[in-house]
């Protein structure tokens, strides 16, 4: 082999002391990562090893990355959507992504086509970490803050500012500051009552949106999930229920619509909860019902999620027991039924429950079900109350107009459950057992003005009867059902401006069939002047009574048409 030139010669030295030098510096610079690996594996292990690790700990998750998708959308029936902008790219293969499908820029569901974003973000679920390779935990990151101030240590997104540091097990189980859900809401009164959650409204996620806000709830390994204990009587053996009926909640601020007394400016949803508000704590009820049309859905089309926690959060807040129903416009926003219902199901103090014959295609309908409410003294059922969906829009026009009805096969479920776990479960066949039902659809037997028994007589009616029933055309025989359930009352929304009970004598039991008045703001008036009100039950287990009345926006302080109902287990005419 020749030699080389003194040209190459001098080359190789470069290329040699390069590689030296490049030694020196992986050396150092290895040598203390190592040491930060080796204690990242002890960290690792000795977490996973720890005598006080519970498998609910496993459930638990940790935000690693934020980013943005941009879409172009046609109408809501395609999109074609590609990563706009993220912290990190992809920061592990363990980390599921979740896209929160809400547009920030508010064209989705609005535009025949146009251009949609939504915010997604990467979680790792503790259970993964056990499987991760060190060196691929290494490189992830734990996302600890977001703000719209530039700080020390953040990083650039867009044009807000987002903390993150170095994953470690150590300072997970140590309770550090780390971010493990996140969501959006929308409006400028938007609310998230949801213990552990926190809104962010001081400024917006997307700069072409300034009503579109983080939410975020940070990683809490010892949280337990709020179980609702049975309902029970109080210590004087009463119960209270506060009906809530026809908010028609916003996604967003919403003017009043047929306002009565008249006010200059109105804002619907602000206004009902401040009347909302006022009647908890009067009345301090042991159970809030809400009877269906908590959302006015072509309102809530950008969110219901946003819709529907404006609603409950009154009851959140106070820790009360609440129960719902379905109206005819709640799915009618971003969530069908179904959604809407596995939502609701989840929320702190929510009775709300997805029967085991409920069904996505609404056939049956969604939130079919009953609560007991306990007597402390005898550890029996003092009362029943019964949920029923009653469905939306007729879907034989031709044959029965209007609207749809409860089911027989929705009947025949209760009857099941009467029989085979309800009865059995009372002390001895009763009188003084009480039971009601709740649902948003009033029966046809609403109309039933005059009576069946007794020619040229009418019913007895307490309340305001301004507008036309709208009970679906077709008739069930759901009244035969209840009055197999022994229920004494039935109450529901969906009229507006009726707020009245009849005495029903058309089956073999008479029952009084209530509704609650319009309480939301938001929902129609009108009739002559409709002033917004909420109907109470107090139910004595002691004595076997149904007590109710009502109280108005404008005075809630003061109640009117008071009714004992139900005297001794029957119901009482008088």
């Known amino acids: 082999m020749g030699m080389l030139s003194k040209k190459y010669l001098r080359y190789l030295s470069y290329v040699v002391g390069l590689v030296l030098l490049r030694f020196v510096i992986v050396k150092l610079y290895?040598?203390?990562?190592?040491?930060?690996?080796?204690?990242?594996?002890?960290?690792?292990?000795?977490?996973?090893?720890?005598?006080?690790?519970?498998?609910?700990?496993?459930?638990?998750?940790?935000?690693?990355?934020?980013?943005?998708?941009?879409?172009?959308?046609?109408?809501?029936?395609?999109?074609?959507?590609?990563?706009?902008?993220?912290?990190?790219?992809?920061?592990?293969?363990?980390?599921?992504?979740?896209v929160i499908e809400k547009d920030l820029k508010g064209s989705e569901g609005f535009n025949w086509a146009g251009f949609s974003e939504y915010l997604y973000y990467d979680a790792l679920a503790m259970s993964s970490v056990a499987a991760m390779e060190e060196e691929e935990l290494d490189k992830v990151n734990m996302v600890t803050w977001i703000t719209?101030?530039?700080?020390?240590?953040?990083?650039?997104?867009?044009?807000?500012?987002?903390?993150?540091?170095?994953?470690?097990?150590?300072?997970?189980?140590?309770?550090?500051?780390?971010?493990?859900?996140?969501?959006?809401?929308?409006?400028e009164d938007s609310v998230d009552p949801r213990p552990g959650w926190h809104l962010e409204k001081s400024w917006p996620l997307s700069k072409g949106s300034t009503s579109a806000y983080l939410t975020y709830k940070f990683l809490d390994l010892e949280e337990t999930r709020i179980m609702n204990e049975a309902l029970r009587l109080g210590e004087e053996g009463r119960f209270k229920i506060l009906q809530l009926a026809d908010l028609h909640f916003s996604a967003g601020k919403s003017e009043c619509r047929d306002e009565f007394p008249k006010h200059p400016t109105c804002e619907a949803d602000s206004k009902t909860l401040r009347f909302i508000e006022r009647v908890l704590d009067i009345e301090s009820p042991d159970l809030v019902v809400y009877t269906g049309d908590q959302i006015m859905g072509d309102r809530s089309i950008r969110d219901s999620e946003t819709s529907l926690l404006k609603a409950v959060a009154p009851?959140?807040?106070?820790?009360?027991?609440?129960?719902?129903?379905?109206?005819?416009?709640?799915?009618?926003?971003?969530?069908?039924?179904?959604?809407?219902?596995?939502?609701?199901?989840?929320?702190?103090?929510?009775?709300?429950?997805?029967?085991?014959?409920?069904?996505?295609d609404n056939s049956f309908g969604v939130g079919n079900y009953f609560h007991q409410i306990i007597d402390p003294t005898t550890g029996k059922p003092a009362a029943t109350l019964y949920f029923l969906?009653?469905?939306?829009?007729?879907?034989?026009?031709?044959?029965?107009?209007?609207?749809?009805?409860?089911?027989?096969?929705?009947?025949?479920?209760?009857?099941?459950?009467?029989?085979e776990k309800i009865s059995p479960s009372l002390a001895k066949p009763s009188q003084k057992h009480l039971s009601m039902a709740f649902f948003h659809i009033p029966l046809p037997e609403y109309l039933d003005?005059?009576?069946?028994?007794?020619?040229?007589?009418?019913?007895?009616?307490?309340?305001?009867?301004?507008?036309?029933?709208?009970?679906?055309?077709?008739?069930?025989?759901?009244?035969?059902?209840?009055d197999h359930l022994g229920v004494s009352v039935t109450s529901c929304g969906h009229d507006h401006c009726n707020d009245y009970c009849l005495l029903d004598d058309s089956t073999s039991k008479k029952t009084w069939l209530c509704y609650g008045g319009g309480t939301g703001e938001g929902g129609y008036g009108g009739y002559g002047g409709t002033e917004r009100r909420v109907r109470i039950y107090l139910l004595d287990g002691k004595n076997g009574d149904i007590h109710t009345w009502k109280r108005l926006n404008g005075n809630p302080n003061g109640y009117f048409d008071y009714q004992l109902m139900v005297s001794g287990g029957a119901p009482n005419a008088g």
Not at 153 to 174: A, C, D, M, R
Not at 467 to 480: F, I, L, R, T
Request: proline share 4%.
């Open 30 to 98: 290895y040598g203390e990562k190592t040491l930060d690996k080796d204690l990242l594996q002890y960290d690792r292990s000795e977490w996973l090893s720890a005598n006080d690790l519970e498998e609910r700990h496993l459930n638990r998750q940790v935000v690693v990355n934020i980013g943005k998708l941009k879409c172009f959308h046609l109408g809501t029936v395609w999109k074609h959507c590609y990563i706009k902008s993220e912290i990190l790219p992809s920061p592990t293969r363990f980390a599921e992504r979740v």
């Open 148 to 187: 719209d101030v530039d700080m020390s240590g953040t990083k650039k997104y867009e044009h807000l500012h987002v903390s993150i540091q170095p994953f470690s097990l150590y300072e997970v189980k140590n309770g550090a500051q780390v971010f493990s859900e996140l969501n959006v809401l929308f409006g």
């Open 315 to 360: 009851a959140i807040r106070r820790k009360i027991p609440w129960a719902m129903v379905w109206g005819n416009h709640d799915d009618e926003g971003s969530l069908g039924r179904w959604a809407l219902s596995k939502y609701v199901e989840s929320l702190p103090y929510s009775i709300f429950q997805i029967s085991p014959k409920d069904t996505k």
């Open 389 to 419: 969906d009653s469905h939306k829009y007729s879907t034989t026009g031709k044959v029965y107009p209007g609207y749809d009805w409860i089911k027989e096969a929705q009947w025949d479920y209760l009857r099941e459950l009467y029989d």
């Open 449 to 482: 003005f005059d009576s069946q028994k007794e020619a040229n007589n009418r019913n007895p009616l307490v309340g305001n009867s301004k507008e036309a029933v709208m009970a679906p055309k077709y008739n069930s025989n759901g009244k035969k059902t209840l």
